[in-house]
């Protein structure tokens, strides 16, 4: 169990805090990916995750320092922990597969069946396939995954963890897509005769625009204050 306060982090107070979750096979990467976003590291001999992990890193997006609070865990069966609880209060989730391993897209759809089964319907998704820079092992076509999330309805970017390709990219959408959502529920909720005002803003600018999506209740920001530490 950690809880970095990731790089770049400092002591300014915090607007918002976004749960995300990590899912995907074991060994695509998941903890990587999460080791280059939040303390910009990275290891070749990293050890699979055994139960939960979550790491933060603090951001600014339209002038509001948003917490990113990223979990992770085991892609393996038996290491996960309950899966409702590390859903819970999740506002973004990011489904990886590694693109020299098809099985492990070929498992996108039941990951996301899980997904949709213990998570908030509203939930921001985006599809990762990561180690672009095993090209000469790719065996997952970039057209193949751009159709499915296409079809799905999710965000899309492949990603390198290990020369830093795209991770970045990769946070800064989901989490700009949830501070959009959350920023427009907000300005309906101050102004309820404007319901019908809702704008063209909710667009991220990436390659791929998610289904329009409204969060519903407040509990899905989680006030810093409140929010549910590392236990599960
Ligand atoms: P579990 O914890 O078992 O679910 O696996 P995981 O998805 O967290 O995988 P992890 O991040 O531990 O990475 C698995 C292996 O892939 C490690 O040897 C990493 O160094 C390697 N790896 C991760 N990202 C990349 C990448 O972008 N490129 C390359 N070449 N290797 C990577
Ligand atoms: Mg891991």
Known sequence: MTSGGGYGDSSQKIDYVFKVVLIGDSAVGKSQILARFARNEFSLDSKATIGVEFQTRTLVIQHKSVKAQIWDTAGQERYRAVTSAYYRGAVGAMLVYDITKRQTFDHIPRWLEELRAHADKNIVIILIGNKTDLEDQRAVPTEDATEFAQKEGLFFLETSALESTN?????????????????????????????????????????LSGKKIIIPGPAQVIPEKNRMCCST
Do not use: P
């Open 167 to 207: 991770v970045e990219n990769a946070f800064t959408t989901v989490l700009t897509e949830i501070f959009n959502i959350v920023n427009k529920k907000n300005l309906v909720a101050d102004d309820n005769n404007n319901g019908g005002q809702s704008g063209g803003n909710t667009n991220s600018g990436s390659s």
